[in-house]
């Protein structure tokens, strides 16, 4: 069983934008970490900018500081965040990462940290039953900016049944 959930920025300013935070709330049952790291990244898009918003008023997104990152992770040469993220799953047992860079999900695999994606959040409520098709929320998140090819989105949607 997760005991925690360490984010990483794209997936929380995509689930933003696209209306979509409540559902990260829903699948994780339990607070989601923000690495330091994370919120500054976050951060440099101003104030006005709603997931720089969402983060300063969701109680259940908790900022915290991540230990040192560990050689082994530092060795992929990811961004601050992705690393930050990582580190905090990976000294955190029962931690997953929910991060979408490609590099860092290999870091991810080859360190055996769970991880899942945006698409893997989707994916998840929708087999939980939180939400009743997957369809329309990949198309706010594809509204939103997150690139998704028709190939992916169609094989995505082919493996719930929709």
């Not at 000294?91 to 860079?101: F, G, T």
């Not at 409520?125 to 329309?136: D, E, L, S, V, W």
Request: hydrophobic share 50%; with cysteine; charged share 15%.
């Amino acid at each position: 069983m997760v005991k925690s959930l360490f984010i990483d920025a794209s997936p929380l300013i995509f689930l933003t934008k696209a209306g979509k935070l409540d559902l990260l709330q829903k699948i994780a049952g339990i607070d989601v970490i923000v690495p330091v790291a994370v919120e500054t990244e976050i951060q440099q898009y101003g104030e006005e900018d709603i997931t720089v918003q969402a983060l300063a008023q969701t109680n259940w997104l908790v900022v915290i500081n991540t230990p040192p990152v560990p050689k082994v992770i530092q060795s992929y040469h990811l961004g601050a965040g992705e690393s930050a993220v990582l580190t905090g799953a990976y000294v955190n047992q029962n931690a997953e990462a929910i991060i979408d860079d490609l590099a860092a999900r290999r870091c991810a695999a080859a360190l055996d940290i769970p991880v899942r994606g945006t698409l893997g959040l989707v994916l998840t409520a929708k087999q939980r039953g939180i939400i009743p098709a997957a369809k329309p929320i990949i198309e706010d998140l594809h509204q939103a900016g997150m690139y998704l090819s028709g190939k992916v989105i169609n094989q995505v949607l082919a493996l719930i049944g929709e």
